[in-house]
């Protein structure tokens, strides 16, 4: 059973990193992108308005630029990837894929500091 729930698992991995390549292969390709809805309706950037160039920049590795993209989401990489990697941990050992406390906890605190991080850097005074 954990074989099948490890194979899934990474099984799924692949496809979302296919899906991320190909849309990379497609914007360089053909300059175009997923615009960002908020914005075009509002004219101000959402939280994660900038993942985009973020992601294509740190597949060539220009960290600064990943970083100017999308600040706080470049921070919060290694969160991510600790929390995905205890939730697919424990999917694999228990096939739950219930959060447990800790990722509630880390998920409650980024969604708090997402929605900080939304209204601030709209605001002129930081001019990101």
């Known amino acids: 059973m954990m074989k099948q729930r490890?194979?899934?698992?990474?099984?799924?991995?692949?496809?979302v990193l296919a899906v991320g390549f190909l849309y990379a292969a497609a914007v360089r390709l053909f300059h175009i992108g997923i615009p960002c809805?908020?914005?075009?309706?509002?004219?101000?950037?959402?939280?994660?308005?900038?993942i985009s160039g973020m992601c294509l920049a740190l597949l060539r590795l220009d960290f600064k630029s990943a970083f100017l993209s999308n600040r706080l989401l470049f921070v919060l990489i290694p969160v991510f990837l600790f929390v995905f990697a205890r939730m697919g941990y424990h999917y694999v050992k228990t096939g739950s894929k219930q959060l447990k406390t800790p990722e509630k906890q880390i998920t409650a605190v980024i969604l708090v500091l997402l929605l900080v991080f939304?209204?601030?850097?709209?605001?002129?005074a930081f001019g990101w």
């Open 37 to 50: 809805v908020f914005q075009e309706v509002t004219g101000l950037k959402c939280p994660g308005c900038g």
């Open 118 to 124: 939304g209204a601030v850097r709209n605001l002129p």
């Open 6 to 15: 490890s194979v899934r698992l990474v099984c799924s991995l692949l496809l």
